[in-house]
């Protein structure tokens, strides 16, 4: 569970605060799509969530987050690392370094923690099995591709077994083939009983995961809501987000759109809608 | 991908060996080899000790072409110098005009080729025939700040990386129509769009790589545990006690005048 309340927050030797005023509760197992412009502040908003902000990257943060009742601005981020795990946009430089295969780079944080061999031995065979790369466990990090890699970095937060997954963009910088394998293994994870936190902007995807999707602008949430009603508003274009190709083309249909009903943002709500029309 | 540790993966007893032992054994062929002021010892190491234990991991291959491409402008140089040039003199066995040939100085150039062979012989063995991350994690589990070996290992992965990268950067401006291929100044030229994104890159990812290390709670204070388990067995650790006795002694030998 995630409760954020009047959060604040402005970079190291800035003057403007980049987060404004942020309320925002995510119920247990709940996933969050956020979407927002480029500069909004998503990545800004996720680093605080996991806990990177303040205690890596400084700065002043006012007002509370808390995790699973941890507050993350008084808490070490050792004892946070078990709580939230985040993933970035890119794939290589999260990858650590110390490591030469996959399986020892997933036990790495456990290794940290002084988890007990036997234990650490059964969670990276069980994040293995999940992701669905048994077939990479003894292969050096640096010999894999975007997609795997990215498959690497979610795989060395999950075998810590947090509370709650912030997701920052995960594929931008992935070739198409490489998408497909994160997606295929966040709708693993929709299945589970983890928080997640997906900022994305291929807000098709997003319509298909998330139960509820908050808008973020210029540093402040503007909307919140369910995925259908957020998705398809009109301001989304107006603020540079954009709609995916269901709304656009319901919206462009004019009059062949069903007067009345709402605007799609998933294929099968467009299919239903122009079917109905005919 | 190109690597910068030497490492030759192999089957052979030796490869299976704890890397502890390997690094004691070249460090007390290395310390007796520097110890004992007898031009035979050395030789005795080599085809004794080091030959046997290359040939018997199968590494010899390359050991060689790495030794000879190492070892061999450095040793002729020692030879020409300390012949021509040593201080001593001693007895003059060929004269070339103004230059003469000294006997002492030819003994001291082959005491030095012999040690160095033996020092570079001996890490070359432990490098070809140990993976670095087998070495890092025994080292670790031996007391080796894990912030020490993090950078070893960093090192050797990320720095191929870059340089994968900054090719991959080359061929993309290749392909929008920078010549690379003729004459020094445009090659140059092209340094410096490779050289801009690589080093902003870079700098860009120090913040990442740190969240990175932070993230999987580098900074924790826990006792740490190895997933890894590094084989070890009694006759090794045995081994290695002797193999102590044996660089103590030869210091001893040599500190107290027994030998010299
Ligand atoms: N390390 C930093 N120091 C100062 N300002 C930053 C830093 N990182 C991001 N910003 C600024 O904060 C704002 C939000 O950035 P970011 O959170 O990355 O946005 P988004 O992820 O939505 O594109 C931008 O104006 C950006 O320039
Ligand atoms: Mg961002």
Known sequence: ?278 | MATLDFYQAGRSRVHGWNPVTKLSLSLTLVVTAFALPVLWWPVALLVLVLLPAVLASGVQRRFLATMSRFLLPVILLLFVIQGLFYPGGGQVLLTLGPLSVHADGLLFAARTALRLVVLTGSFLFLLLTTHPGDLMTALVARGLPPKISYVVSATLQIIPAFRQRAQGILQAQRARGLRTDTGLVSRVRALVPLISPLILGALSEVDERSIAMEARAFGSTARRTSYTVIPDSTAQRLARWLMLLAALTAIALTTTGVVS
């Open chain 1, 1 to 278: 569970m995630i409760t954020v309340d009047k959060l604040g927050y402005t970079y190291p030797e800035t003057a403007r605060p980049v987060l404004r005023e942020i309320d925002l509760n995510v119920p247990s197992g709940q996933f969050l799509g956020v979407v927002g412009p480029s500069g909004a502040g998503k990545t800004t908003l996720a680093q605080a969530l996991a806990g990177y902000i303040p205690h890596v990257l400084g700065g002043e943060v006012t007002g509370r987050v808390e995790i699973g009742g941890l507050h993350v601005v008084d808490t070490p981020l050792p004892d946070l690392v078990t709580r939230v795990g985040m993933v970035s946009q890119n794939p290589f430089n999260q990858i650590s370094g110390a490591k030469f295969t996959v399986a020892e780079e997933l036990a790495f944080g456990l290794e940290n923690l002084g988890v007990p061999r036997q234990d650490m031995l059964i969670a990276v065979r069980e994040v293995l099995r999940r992701l669905r790369i048994e077939h990479l466990a003894e292969r050096s990090p640096y010999e894999l591709s975007g997609g795997q890699q990215q498959l690497v970095a979610l795989g060395a937060m999950l075998v810590m077994n947090p509370d709650v997954l912030v997701l920052d963009e995960p594929t931008s910088q992935l070739d198409p083939a490489g998408s497909r394998l994160v997606f295929e293994a966040l709708g693993e994870l929709r299945s589970r009983d983890i928080t997640v936190v997906l900022i994305e902007h291929k807000i098709e995807r997003l319509a298909e995961f998330a139960d509820r999707v908050v808008v973020l602008v210029d540093g402040e949430l503007r909307m919140d809501g369910p995925p259908g009603t957020v998705l398809a508003a009109p301001e989304l274009v107006e603020w540079g987000i954009g709609h995916t190709r269901f709304t656009t083309a319901a919206v462009r249909a004019g009059g062949r759109w069903p007067s009345g009903a709402a605007l799609p943002v998933t294929l099968d709500q467009a299919l239903a809608g122009f079917g109905g029309a005919r």
